[in-house]
C-alpha cells in the first residue's frame, strides 16, 4: 500500500496537485506536435467518443461534463483536447474580473491536464462598446495566459460564418486572429437572420458559406488561422404552407433584428434525419441552387414539415474549397450526433459523413 501512494505522490509532484487518472503517467503531458491540418471535433458528452475516427481527430472541445478516459485516450491517439470558455462580456469589461477568469481556467486546464481553450462567445457586441475592446482584451490575455503555463497549448475562438456583423456580433475580428491560435468558422445556422421570404432553406448554402471566408481573408486574417466547421445537424421547419413549386413558408420568429429566423424549426441530428428520411413523402431530394438536400414528411397531426440538412455530398465540396483556399482545418458541430450503433446502414452513413471532411 505504501508503494501505491508513493506512486500517487510522484504523480501529483510531476502533474501538479491532481494525480494523472490515465494509466500510463506520460498520457497526462500536453500534445507538444503541431498539426498542419485541423480536425476540430465538438463533444457535448456521453461516450460517442470511442466511435470516432480518431485517426482523423486533432482537437476535442469539450463542451460536455469533464471525461478524465476521454482525455486519455485523445492523448494517446496524439490529439488535443480543450476547455469550453463562456463568460458574459459585461463581467469582463473589468479586467480585474477578466483576469480571475482566465486564471481560473488556466488552472482548471491544468488539473484536468487538458491543451487548452475554445472560447466560445456569441454575444452580441456593438463596435466601439467596452465590450468590444473587452473581448478582444480577453482573447489575447487568454492566450499568453495559456501559451505560458501550458506549453504547446491551444486557444480557439469560435467566429459567426460571416464576419459582417452576424446577429449583431460585431467584433474586432482582425485582431482577435491575430490574438489567438485559430478561429473556427461557425458555418451553419445562416439563416438566424432571414430578412427576405420567410421560407425554409439550407442550413449552410454552399455559395454563401465559401464567399464569407473570402471575407475573413480580405479582412487580411491569415488563411491558416480558420478553421471551417461544418453541421452535423439539419432543421426540421413545420410548414405554414408548401407551394406547388415545393417552397415551405414558416412562422414569423424575429431574432436580433430580423423579422424571421431558422428559430422557426428544430435542430435534429443526422442520426435523427437517416431515420426520418426511409419514411418521408418525398424521400431525399436535392436543390442545385443551395447545393444541399431536404425531405418533405408529415407529422403524426397532419401537418407537412421541410427537414434541411447536409451530408456529404453537400459536405464535400466544403470540404475541398478547405484544401483549395488553404485555410487551417475543418470541423463540425458536433461530434456526438451520429449514428454510431453496429446498424450496418448505420455504420455506412457514419463513415462517409467522416470521410466526407477530406474532401471528395
Known sequence: MLWFVAVLWSLASVFGENPCPCQRPELCRPIQKHRDFEVFVFDVGGKTWKSYNWSM???????????????????????????????????????????????????????????????????????????????????????????????????????????????????????????????????YDEQSQITGDCIAMANAPLAQTLAAYDEYVNLKIDPKKLVMGVPWYGYDYPCLNLSQEGVCSIAKVPFRGAPCSDAAGKQKTYRWIMQQVTSSLTGRLWDDKQQAPYFNYKDQKGQIHQVWYDDPQSICPKANAVLSKGLRGIGMWNGNILDYSDDPVARQHTALMWNALLGC
Not at 482584451?137 to 491551444?154: K, M
Open 57 to 187: 481527430v486533432t482537437t476535442v472541445a469539450t463542451f460536455g461534463k469533464y471525461d478524465a478516459e476521454l482525455m486519455c485516450y485523445a492523448h494517446s491517439k496524439g490529439a488535443r483536447v480543450v476547455l469550453k470558455g463562456d463568460v458574459p462580456l459585461s463581467h469582463i469589461v473589468d479586467r480585474d474580473n477578466r483576469t480571475a477568469w482566465i486564471t481560473e481556467k488556466v488552472n482548471l486546464a491544468k488539473s484536468q491536464f487538458m491543451d487548452g481553450i475554445n472560447i466560445d462567445i456569441e454575444q452580441a457586441v456593438e463596435k466601439g462598446s467596452p465590450e468590444y475592446q473587452a473581448l478582444t482584451d480577453l482573447v489575447n490575455e487568454t492566450t499568453q495566459a495559456f501559451h505560458s503555463a501550458i506549453r504547446g497549448s491551444q486557444v480557439s475562438f469560435d467566429v459567426a460564418w460571416s464576419s459582417k456583423g452576424i446577429d449583431k456580433r460585431f467584433y474586432d475580428y482582425v485582431a482577435i486572429a491575430e490574438s489567438c491560435d485559430l478561429l473556427f468558422v461557425m458555418s
